[in-house]
């Protein structure tokens, strides 16, 4: 009834239609419902529209859910998709010499799903569950034995999900975490499978959707994480119990506070931004991060502030110093006196206590802390993070990356820059995704786009999209300039222009404007800007370039756009591809 009344509210929403195919070979009942209200409650501004394929047909509904024009397909797979034996609304015989032949059948029917899967994520987006449900009693060994042919099938299965997992846009829901909240003896109904073809207890068709509906909908990842030191990132206060008495390790029963700086480790060689926030003697504080025994480099902690001063105070010097939000960064400490502090400075942080003495709560922040920074893939930009915020503060190069969008003429020059852009826009490249979605001062608008929209665009054989690279003495900064448009004859509408706030003051968007005058037959660019209320330096650029306030739709013809450009000193080089 909640679901349902959820459902019904959406008609009053004027944000427009979230469409979602639904492929499953039962019938998918309450779980339409369920996804529905899910969605509705991630999206609270659209109204959601749940089309479903047809009954027992997997094969042929990952066909029409290729053509379904929807944002995003889910793709419910049973035992019995693989095999109608396997189902309990099939007659057919169990019998032992059947067996060989339903593995076969499996084995086979596998493969077509696979392709059929390959086929549909080119075009959208998809989640996948595979099968959730428990086996029918069929195999001859006792159910508390593991028989060959359970094993066979889950074999097959297996080998579904590791080609599933390598194709693009295609998502598989996590066995771990759906056995974790949906216990396997609560999620089979077999009255309703044979009654209706619903295979679903309601516990588990909720659960299924909730999750299914997350996965398709993944919030952008955490940038940085703020830890705490003392009864954080070790065991113990280092100023009372000194360098050599704090601890990570068993034999002080401080193993937790290893597993944490082990996980702390991984995230930083993911491109997530770890830095220290203690109040502590800064002297202290060096030698200890120095010990061999550290369970992750102390080069992946930058910067540490170690003060005596409050630690809302240490955050926004680290935020100022990694020019991201406080929206973007998880801050994590042992005491909740500090977090009150920190959260009533900085509201938008995510503050979370560490549980000292608690090792199963440690993993469950540990699993916490997974779900906010996790993301598809690890690209080079998220590798060399951290790298080029290190070097940016190197006094030949120190300056307010924030300040300013104006062309600067006295220190470009020495920073011997080269900038590659790419023209290419098929297959789509993740990373030109990732800075339209996550971008916020230097967005022409500040529109997010799915997967499936986004992909939809570059298909557009009008559509032009140049994705800039930069590197200079101080090393690569990787992909961190997009710009995506549409050519109506002589003029190019631009949709999306968005560049990264690591590359500020480096005029790379106005090398990336001359890129592509010079590559296409342009005679004037339109701006589909708005103004938002982080905008300010894509404003800043616009109206240097136009030499008034830009507007919504504003345009520049080519003559004064280069006129504007000349200005410039000259970059180095640019690469072309």
Known sequence: MEALNIIKGMKQRSGGALRCFLAAGFNPLHLRSFLAAE??????????????????????????????????????????????????????????SELTDIATTARERARHIHLALADACQRTPLVVSLPTLPLPPLSVVPEWQAGPFELDLTSIVQSLAARATGLSQCRLLSPQRIAWISPLERRHDIDSEV????????????????????????????????????????????????????????????????????????????????GVASKNDPHLVAEALSRDDLALSASALFPVEANWGAKSRSITRILKIWNIGAESVVFVD?????????????????????????????????????????KDMVLEEDRIRATSIRNSREPANERDTSASLVPEYEHVEDLRAEIKCTFGKLPADPRALELV??????????????????????????????VASYTDKFGPLGKVAVLAGRRVDRRLIV???????????????????????????????????????????????????????????????REALEIRLRMLSEIKEVVHE
């Open 39 to 96: 969605l509705g409650l991630l999206h609270p501004e659209k109204w959601v529209e749940v089309v479903e394929g047809l009954y027992g047909d997997l094969l042929g509904n990952l066909v029409r859910l290729a053509d379904a024009n929807s944002e995003f397909g889910v793709v419910l797979i049973e035992w019995s998709d693989l095999d109608p034996r396997l189902g309990l609304r099939c007659a057919a015989r169990w019998g032992p």
């Open 195 to 274: 009654l209706t073809g619903f295979p679903y207890s309601l516990s588990h068709a909720s659960a299924l959707a909730s999750s299914l509906a997350r996965l398709a909908q993944l919030r952008a990842p955490k940038k940085g994480l703020i830890t705490d030191l003392d009864n954080t990132l070790w065991k113990g206060i280092v100023g009372e119990d000194g360098v050599t008495g704090v601890s990570w390790d068993l034999d002080h029963q401080s193993q937790m506070h290893a597993i944490y700086q082990r996980f702390l480790g991984a995230l930083a060689s993911e491109g997530a931004l770890i």
């Open 334 to 374: 042992d005491s909740a006196l500090e977090l009150s502090e920190v959260k009533a400075a900085h509201p938008q942080i995510e503050c979370l206590q560490f549980p000292s003495r608690k090792p199963a709560a440690v993993n469950d922040l540990l699993s916490t802390l997974r779900d906010l920074f996790g």
């Open 437 to 466: 979605n996550k971008t916020n001062q230097f967005n022409l608008n500040g529109r997010r786009y799915t997967e499936a929209s986004w992909n939809n665009y570059l298909r557009d054989h009008m559509s032009v999209l140049l």
């Open 495 to 557: 949709n999306a222009w968005v560049m990264s706030c690591r590359a500020f003051s480096r005029r790379i968007e106005y090398r990336s404007l001359a890129e592509l005058i010079a590559r296409d037959d342009i005679a004037e660019i339109q701006f589909d800007y708005e103004r938002t209320d982080r905008n300010g330096p894509l404003t800043e650029c616009l109206t240097w370039l136009l030499g008034i306030t830009p507007t919504p739709g504003c345009v520049v013809s």
